[in-house]
Antibody, heavy 119, light 107 residues
Framework: QVQLQQSGPELVKPGALVKISCKAS????????INWVKQRPGQGLEWIGW????????KYNEKFKGKATLTADKSSSTAYMQLSSLTSENSAVYFC????????????WGQGTSVTVSS | DIQMTQSPSSLSASLGERVSLTCRAS??????LSWLQQKPDGTIKRLIY???TLDSGVPKRFSGSRSGSDYSLTISSLESEDFADYYC?????????FGGGTKLEIK
């Protein structure tokens, strides 16, 4: 069965960077996009971008360009998202989700990774 | 960006009750809409895609429909495990956007 297992919670200082992971199993990792989505309490869900692990191509939401960097390691079937120059606005839960189907459809979701930015 | 206006933002209902949630798209999305369920532990599950196609394993009490730019999720008879947050997602065009969510609570 398709599973996306995300890394654990992170507590990071303002100005630092963090890299969270999403390990895929149960399907061919290189054949589907991995999307990343941000959720802040009371702020709803925002799409950050996707990466296609097959060739490493990426597409970002304009709002997150320069903030998020998406990469993927085919050998371990793991996608990564690095967030840089962190501020309190980046404190959120981040989800990975497999892209499948037309456009930006997302079917399976990871369990989420909490990132807290605090000194 | 396409705005997805979801209503109501919260809903209190009883077990066995029929409820409907709605998302209105600010632009044409041609039925490219999903409904997502988020449980209290944070896990997200897709219930419906293409406006009305039920994902595998999703109970048949869930259904989706479209009327023009309005998209609805209906739960025909609420069960205890249905009390959760629900979101719509349009995936027709860049960037994909979500509705603001509906918190479904037990009355």
């Amino acid at each position: 069965q398709v599973q996306l297992q995300q890394s654990g919670p992170e507590l990071v200082k303002p100005g630092a960077l963090v890299k969270i992971s999403c390990k895929a199993s149960g399907y061919t990792f290189t054949s589907y996009d991995i999307n990343w989505v941000k959720q802040r309490p009371g702020q709803g869900l925002e799409w950050i971008g996707w990466i296609y692990p097959g060739d490493g191509s990426t597409k970002y939401n304009e709002k997150f360009k320069g903030k998020a960097t998406l990469t993927a390691d085919k050998s371990s079937s793991t996608a990564y998202m690095q967030l840089s120059s962190l501020t309190s606005e980046n404190s959120a839960v981040y989800f990975c989700a497999r892209g499948n189907g037309y456009g930006y459809a997302m079917d399976y979701w990871g369990q989420g990774t909490s990132v807290t930015v605090s000194s | 960006d396409i705005q997805m206006t979801q209503s109501p933002s919260s809903l209190s209902a009883s077990l066995g009750e029929r409820v409907s949630l709605t998302c209105r798209a600010s632009q044409e999305i041609s039925g490219y809409l999903s409904w997502l369920q988020q449980k209290p532990d944070g896990t997200i599950k897709r219930l419906i895609y293409a406006a009305s196609t039920l994902d595998s394993g999703v109970p048949k009490r869930f259904s989706g429909s479209r009327s023009g730019s309005d998209y609805s999720l209906t739960i025909s008879s609420l069960e205890s495990e249905d009390f959760a947050d629900y979101y719509c997602l349009q995936y027709a065009s860049y960037p994909p956007t979500f509705g603001g969510g509906t918190k479904l609570e037990i009355k």
